[in-house]
Nanobody, 117 residues
Framework: VQLQASGGGLVQTGGSLRLSCRAP???????????MGWYRQAPGRERELVAD???????NYADSVKGRFTISRDNAKKMVYLQMNNLKPEDTAVYYC?????????WGQGTLVTVSS
């Protein structure tokens, strides 16, 4: 699954951003078979799961973003989104889109989110 992430940028504390991830070259049935997720990696830290969502819409969030971030997907459009509200400086990281299937795990290029204090 080839993934293209976008939507990062610079925002002040308390602001919002919406990340998007598309898979334009992936067959819809293949996209739908994957658990889609957003991960992030801050400087000097390991990559961590932010949120993921199954084909049916079941979601899972890191404790640090619960109540602030919302993941969603549009299977027909082969898109996955991450709405990020009430952003904090500790949310600053490169965010990566991930597609996890039964046999593979694919990554998009990262998109940088910087939250200024």
């Amino acid at each position: 699954v080839q993934l293209q992430a976008s939507g990062g940028g610079l925002v002040q504390t308390g602001g919002s951003l919406r990340l998007s991830c598309r898979a334009p070259r992936t067959i819809t049935s293949v996209f739908n078979a994957n658990v889609m997720g957003w991960y992030r990696q801050a400087p000097g830290r390991e990559r961590e799961l932010v949120a993921d969502i199954t084909r049916g819409g079941s979601t899972n969030y890191a404790d640090s973003v619960k109540g602030r971030f919302t993941i969603s997907r549009d299977n027909a459009k082969k898109m996955v989104y991450l709405q990020m509200n009430n952003l904090k400086p500790e949310d600053t990281a490169v965010y990566y889109c991930n597609a996890r299937g039964s046999l593979s795990s694919d990554w998009g290029q990262g998109t940088l989110v910087t939250v200024s204090s």
